[in-house]
T-cell receptor, first 115, second 118 residues
Framework: AQSVTQLGSHVSVSEGALVLLRCNYS??????LFWYVQYPNQGLQLLLK??????LVKGINGFEAEFKKSETSFHLTKPSAHMSDAAEYFC?????????????FGAGTILRVKS | DGGITQSPKYLFRKEGQNVTLSCEQN?????MYWYRQDPGQGLRLIYY???????QKGDIAEGYSVSREKKESFPLTVTSAQKNPTAFYLC?????????????????FGAGSRLTVL
């Protein structure tokens, strides 16, 4: 069974600093990979996804993530944090061998941005 | 605008009562999903449906029931058998993925319904 581990339930950065949110997956075959963002009491919004091809994926709001097969990782980064980035971030995987689009989510990382 | 509408946004229930959460989408998506969110646990799949009149259990289906009588609607009933129903419930939809290795379809999420059992 696939699983997702997000290291750090809470991450705090200063405004303008680098954001790094970590995600590792466990799967015998590299899955499809996603990052979603959730603002308080709202649904999830897709930031970016990796399916195939270029391993560095750019998403919305200046975020990007790099798929590293050797490390089974898909860490999310942003060069300069903004106050509006404060939210909860979820890494998710989908088994490319299966029909359908079921997602398995990590536990989430709450990002706090300090002024 | 196309999207997913969940209602009610907030719901309070007494122990022993069944409640039904509504999920409607106008995206013309075939597949629909229900997830439960608890603090520090991420999202866990309750039920999903890939076509009208058909649905499958997810990882935590016990104490829940669903129906899929129309393509655009996928209501979730939280029954009295659910031991710890207080949570945030999220509905999602996506196009149907018919073949493996055919590329990933993105899930679109509703704004969620927060259920509190008193």
């Amino acid at each position: 069974a696939q699983s997702v581990t997000q290291l750090g339930s809470h991450v705090s950065v200063s405004e303008g600093a680098l954001v790094l949110l970590r995600c590792n997956y466990s799967s015998s075959v590299p899955p499809y990979l996603f990052w979603y963002v959730q603002y308080p009491n709202q649904g999830l919004q897709l930031l970016l996804k990796y399916t195939t091809g270029a391993t560095l994926v750019k998403g919305i709001n200046g975020f990007e993530a790099e798929f590293k097969k050797s490390e089974t990782s898909f860490h999310l980064t942003k060069p300069s944090a903004h106050m509006s980035d404060a939210a909860e971030y979820f890494c998710a995987v989908s088994d490319r061998r299966e029909y359908g689009n079921k997602l398995v989510f990590g536990a989430g990382t709450i990002l706090r941005v300090k002024s | 605008d196309g999207g997913i509408t969940q209602s009610p946004k907030y719901l309070f229930r007494k122990e022993g009562q069944n409640v039904t959460l509504s999920c409607e989408q106008n995206l013309n998506h075939d597949a629909m999903y229900w997830y439960r969110q608890d603090p520090g646990q991420g999202l866990r799949l309750i039920y999903y449906s890939q076509i009208v009149n058909d649905f499958q259990k997810g990882d935590i289906a016990e104490g829940y029931s669903v129906s899929r009588e129309k393509k655009e609607s996928f209501p979730l009933t939280v029954t009295s058998a659910q031991k710890n129903p207080t949570a945030f419930y999220l509905c999602a939809s996506s196009p149907l993925r018919l073949k493996s290795l055919s590329g990933a379809n993105v899930l679109t999420f509703g704004a969620g319904s927060r259920l509190t059992v008193l």
